[in-house]
């Protein structure tokens, strides 16, 4: 499976913020606002990337399963 293929639902709730996290946003002081945003957003693209991370190492490690019980 490639990137693009994943399901859009993974993407949207990997990279939208969390009830929780859209409270305390919008109980920051105006002034933090910003800064609150941008980090929860960086922690989101994270989340995403380690999740993208596992999935590839899984195909990786099944291509490599297969090639050896194929050349052994």
């Known amino acids: 499976m490639s990137v693009k293929g994943l399901p859009d ?4 709730s990997l990279s939208s913020l969390s009830k ?5 946003l919008a109980s920051a002081p105006d002034e933090m606002k910003p800064f609150l945003a941008a980090q929860m957003k960086m922690q989101k693209e994270q989340e995403l990337s380690e ?3 596992k999935m590839l190492k ?4 099944q291509a490599t399963s297969v090639l050896r019980n194929v050349g052994g």
Request: glycine residues 6%; charged residues 20%.
């Open 51 to 53: 999740w993208i991370t």
């Open 58 to 61: 899984g195909d990786h490690e």
């Open 20 to 24: 929780a996290q859209q409270d305390v």
């Open 9 to 12: 639902s993974v993407v949207t």
